[in-house]
């Protein structure tokens, strides 16, 4: 199936993962957002760009885990404040619920919003388990220390492993587990 480019969302889509001002184009095939929740696109008759991948020859990361929590503000407190991560943007609706966020770690990134607010990617998400990240972190006993210090909730402290990576694992709170560690996964040729 070919992604056809027709608009730009003048909002975030009701997935929460497309903003226009920071460059995101939705996906689209025939007149209709990939969330099928987006309303703003306007439709250029005549007018079709295939898209090609993001990430690819870019400094952007081509793979952004996505999740959607309870609380958002408390997963965002936690990963800020306890697992080192870097607020990028938080956009809260008019009732206070996070619609949609990015936070940055070194290169990488995970977006993430608030659960219930209705659209495909929620839908697709309810019910969901908790969902596994794996974070490159320089110094594993540094980023333990300050997660340990912030109350974390630590599976497997900072633990040499037989393939050479150093790592530990701790659950966020609402049950995600986030391993950090040495291993840093080359990009395939």
Not at 58 to 85: C, H, M, N, W
Not at 118 to 142: E, H, L, R, S
Request: net charge negative; charged share 20%; hydrophobic share 35%.
């Amino acid at each position: 199936m070919r992604a056809i480019l027709t608009g730009r969302c003048k909002r975030f889509s009701a997935c929460g993962l497309l903003l226009a001002c920071s460059g995101f184009l939705p996906a689209v095939v025939g007149d209709r957002c990939h969330t099928g929740d987006c309303r703003d696109i306007p439709v250029r008759s005549g007018h079709e760009e295939v898209i090609t991948m993001a990430g690819t020859g870019s400094s952007r990361p081509g793979v952004v885990p996505t999740l959607l929590y309870a609380d958002a503000k408390a997963a965002i407190r936690q990963l800020t404040e306890g697992l080192g991560f870097t607020e990028v943007s938080v956009y809260e609706g008019e009732d206070g619920t996070v619609e949609h966020a990015e936070l940055s770690y070194g290169n990488g990134m995970v977006m993430l919003g608030s659960k219930g607010r209705g659209g495909v990617f929620d839908t697709a998400m309810k019910g969901a388990g908790p969902a596994g990240v794996y974070v490159v972190v320089d110094d594993v006993d540094a980023h333990h220390r300050r997660a340990v210090e912030q109350g974390v909730d630590i599976l497997m402290p900072p633990t040499d492993q037989d393939y050479g990576s150093r790592d530990y694992m701790a659950r966020d709170v609402e049950g995600n587990v986030w391993s950090f560690g040495t291993y840093a996964p080359e990009a395939g040729a």
